[in-house]
Each structure stands twice: as C-alpha cells, then as structure tokens.
C-alpha cells in the first residue's frame, strides 16, 4: 500500500542541472520544496575514483549510469500508420539514473549558441536574402536573442566555474580566444586548462596555416576551488570526473544555496 507523505508547495522532478537550478532559485521564497530522482547518489570518491572509472564492462556496455531501458523507456514508430512500440536499447539518447542525473557525469562542455543560431531565419533574409530558403524549409528564429540570454549564460559559466578564455569581450576581439564567438560582457571565471601536448602541436600547426585556435569551453576548474581540485588538462575528461574538479549539480548548488 503506497504511503502518503505530507504535502508540500513545490515538486521537482528530475535533480539534474535545471531541476536543481530551478530548485536553487526557489529556496530563497520560503516555500517548502521536493525533487525527486530516480536512482542512487554517486560522489567522486568511491563511485568515481581509479581504476572504477575505467571498468568499460560496466559503463560503456551496461551503461549502468544511464536509465535502464529494460525497465523504464519510451515507445516509438515511425510513422501514424505503425505501432508504437517500446525501445530496449537507446543509441546515443541516454538519460542519466542518479541523483544528479547525467551532470554527475557529463564531460562539461559549455558553448554558447551564437547569436545567428537564436535568429536564423532574419539573419539569412539579410544576408543572403529570400531565395536563399526553399519553400519546403520550416525556419523561424528563437523569439529570443543572444543578447536576451547573455547575462544567463554568464551565470551559469559563473555558477560551474567555467575554465577558457574570451575571443569577445564587449565586441573586442581576442587573440588565443573564440573570436567567433558572441560578444560576452566580461572573462571567464577561470584561465584556460593546461593544454595537452597533443594541443600544442594542434595550436601551432592551424597558426601555421593562417586560422584561430582556441581552446573550449569547459566546466573543469584550472585552479583548485574550495569544492573542487585542479583539471589534469583538457584532454582529461574521465580525469576530470575522477579527481573531483568538474561541476557537478547537486554539490555545487548546495555550496551555494541559502
């Protein structure tokens, strides 16, 4: 017989990056809140730590860290005419199972859309003008533009402790950054993470050839936090993940939290 916990005001499902982002910002209203997850809690040590974090058997056959989907799935079909049906085995479509969900374990890369991505269809209609779109083509712009989101991305690359360097900043174009990026309204919160030396070789050689390399976006803290050590480099993602220097949901936000 299910049992009937006492109500509350607020219910979240899913504690990843924006069900715990949504419940951050609502705890400072004073309302009573619950998320909730499907899965157990992980944490760097033990869950992630070497040599456990390379076990491929066990993540990249058995996928234990994502939904199982001889339990819980979806259906599908490819058209009305078919039955929908449901799947057993996802692809590249994997939701993540924990508390966290797939945060606790992404590989922390944060691009920015650019502004011509939230406004294709009018950016195309000025640049290249209405023959450019065949009539079969469904273009529409976001309703949003990138300077109505700029302030938010700065926030979340704030909140993760977003490791790189700008290309843009306030339409100054930088050298050694993304200069193709949007223009941001101030630097990263972190340097750029120590570069491989297979991004060394990487880096001199497209100089050589007259483009602009840069280094991407990640939430791997360069510099040790009072939460999270140092990245080993950027070409370290499992390293990142198992030494505790990439951003993670849950203990990032409640560090923060009121």
């Given at each position: 017989?299910?049992?009937?916990?006492?109500?509350?005001?607020?219910?979240?499902?899913?504690?990843?990056?924006?069900?715990?982002?949504?419940?951050?910002?609502?705890?400072?209203?004073?309302?009573?809140?619950?998320?909730?997850?499907?899965?157990?809690?992980?944490?760097?040590?033990?869950d992630?730590?070497m040599p456990?974090?390379?076990?491929?058997?066990?993540?990249?056959?058995?996928?234990?860290?994502?939904?199982?989907?001889?339990?819980?799935?979806?259906?599908?079909?490819?058209?009305?005419?078919?039955?929908?049906?449901?799947?057993?085995?996802?692809?590249?479509?994997?939701?993540?199972e924990?508390?966290g969900?797939a945060?606790?374990?992404?590989?922390?890369?944060?691009?920015?859309?650019?502004?011509?991505?939230?406004?294709?269809?009018?950016r195309?209609?000025?640049?290249?003008?209405?023959?450019?779109?065949?009539?079969?083509?469904n273009?529409?712009?976001?309703?949003?533009?990138y300077?109505?989101?700029?302030?938010?991305?700065?926030?979340?690359?704030?909140?993760?402790?977003v490791?790189?360097?700008?290309?843009?900043?306030?339409?100054?174009?930088?050298?050694g950054?993304n200069?193709?990026?949007?223009?941001?309204?101030?630097?990263?919160?972190?340097?750029?993470?120590?570069?491989?030396?297979?991004?060394?070789?990487?880096?001199?050689?497209?100089?050589?050839?007259?483009?602009?390399?840069?280094?991407?976006?990640?939430?791997?803290?360069?510099?040790?936090?009072?939460?999270?050590?140092?990245?080993?480099?950027?070409?370290?993602?499992?390293?990142?993940?198992?030494?505790g220097?990439?951003?993670?949901?849950?203990?990032?936000?409640?560090?923060?939290?009121p």
């Amino acid at each position: 017989m299910a049992t009937r916990l006492k109500g509350v005001d607020i219910v979240i499902v899913g504690l990843g990056w924006t069900g715990g982002i949504l419940a951050k910002e609502l705890c400072g209203t004073g309302l009573s809140i619950v998320a909730l997850e499907r899965g157990k809690p992980r944490d760097t040590n033990p869950d992630f730590m070497m040599p456990t974090i390379h076990d491929e058997l066990r993540y990249a056959r058995r996928h234990e860290l994502m939904q199982n989907a001889a339990r819980d799935t979806l259906t599908f079909r490819n058209n009305s005419n078919e039955t929908a049906l449901p799947m057993r085995q996802l692809g590249s479509f994997l939701p993540g199972e924990g508390v966290g969900g797939a945060g606790v374990h992404w590989n922390g890369q944060t691009w920015r859309w650019l502004p011509w991505d939230h406004e294709p269809l009018r950016r195309t209609l000025s640049r290249y003008g209405k023959s450019a779109i065949p009539p079969e083509m469904n273009l529409q712009d976001w309703g949003v533009t990138y300077d109505d989101l700029e302030p938010y991305y700065d926030r979340f690359e704030y909140l993760c402790g977003v490791s790189c360097k700008a290309g843009n900043l306030r339409g100054v174009k930088i050298d050694g950054g993304n200069v193709f990026e949007g223009p941001r309204q101030r630097e990263f919160p972190n340097p750029p993470l120590i570069r491989s030396h297979a991004g060394e070789l990487f880096d001199k050689a497209t100089r050589r050839l007259g483009y602009h390399p840069f280094p991407g976006p990640a939430a791997d803290a360069s510099p040790p936090t009072s939460t999270r050590t140092a990245s080993p480099s950027d070409s370290a993602i499992i390293a990142a993940i198992a030494t505790g220097s990439a951003a993670r949901p849950t203990p990032r936000r409640a560090r923060i939290s009121p």
